[in-house]
C-alpha cells in the first residue's frame, strides 16, 4: 500500500423513517429520533408563551415543553380529537438542556423505508422549524430542524 489509502464511507441504501402526521401535512423524521408517542394531555399552561408552545408536560420525571408545528408555520391550532396523540421526540442533543420535546400529531406515525431514489427536495422556503420540503415517492412532508426547535423552546424558557 501506498502510505496513502483511500478512505470508503459507507452510505446506507436505505433509511428507516417515519412520517409524522400533522394537521396540515407530514413531518420525515429518522426512526431514532422518535422516543415515543403517549396519549393526548392537557399540559401545564406557560406564562407569557408563544401561541406555538402549548405547555409542558411530565414525562419520565422530565418537563417536556410541547409543541404546535402547525402554529409555528402560522396556521392556527387545530382542534384535538380521538386520533391525536403526542410524540416525544429527541432533540438530537442528548447533553443539552433540552434533550427531549414534544409534538402534538394528528394520528399515528407511519414507518416508511427512505432510498435516494424515493426522496427530492421540494424548492419552498423553510419557516422556523423546517429544514427541507421534501417529496417522499409523491407524498409531500417536511423535514424538522430538531436543533432550530430546541433553540426555540430554551430563549422562551430562558427568557421568562
Excluded: K
Amino acid at each position: 500500500m501506498s502510505g496513502v489509502e483511500a478512505l470508503s464511507v459507507e452510505v446506507p441504501e436505505e433509511v428507516s423513517s417515519l412520517l409524522l402526521p400533522l394537521a396540515d401535512g407530514h413531518l420525515l423524521v429518522p426512526v431514532d429520533t422518535l422516543s415515543e408517542v403517549i396519549a393526548i394531555q392537557t399540559p401545564v399552561a406557560a406564562y407569557e408563551a408563544p401561541d406555538w408552545y402549548l405547555g409542558e408536560l411530565n414525562w419520565r420525571e422530565q418537563r417536556l415543553p410541547l409543541l404546535s408545528f402547525e402554529v409555528m408555520r402560522g396556521q392556527p391550532l387545530s382542534a384535538t380529537d380521538d386520533s391525536s396523540r403526542i410524540a416525544v421526540l429527541s432533540s438530537g442533543n442528548p447533553g443539552g438542556d433540552l434533550p427531549f420535546f414534544a409534538l402534538v400529531l394528528h394520528g399515528t406515525p407511519r414507518l416508511v423505508r427512505v432510498t435516494e431514489e424515493e426522496l427530492a427536495g421540494r424548492e419552498q422556503p423553510c419557516g422556523l422549524g423546517e429544514l427541507m420540503h421534501v417529496a417522499l415517492s409523491g407524498e409531500e412532508a417536511v423535514i424538522p430542524d430538531l436543533a432550530a426547535l430546541e433553540r426555540a423552546c430554551l430563549e422562551y424558557r430562558d427568557g421568562r
